[in-house]
């Protein structure tokens, strides 16, 4: 295990980003880095998000495995069984950005 700046593994930011940006450096894909992420062990969802977020960033959306995106295109308590996409997630997003410029 690879600890980077720190020893918690708690969420600390220090760490978390130190974990993040080792995992990228040290593979080629988005999926490698999340998943190297993960196999560090400690606070594996956090610093798989930040990974995940970065290495988005870095490769763009169409990295995403498609598999990985699939469990999102469930229906939406309260919505009358609409199902959200990822394409509706892309949409929302951007008219976030569109709307904080």
Known sequence: MVVLFGTEHNGAV?????????????????????RAAIDLGGDTDTVAAVTGGLAGARDGLDAIPARWTEPLHVPLPGFGGRVLRADDLTRFASRLVAAAS
């Not at 220090?14 to 999340?34: D, H, I, M, N, Q």
């Open 14 to 34: 220090r760490p978390c980003l130190g974990s993040a940006v080792w995992a990228l450096r040290t593979t080629g894909s988005f999926a490698e880095a999340v």
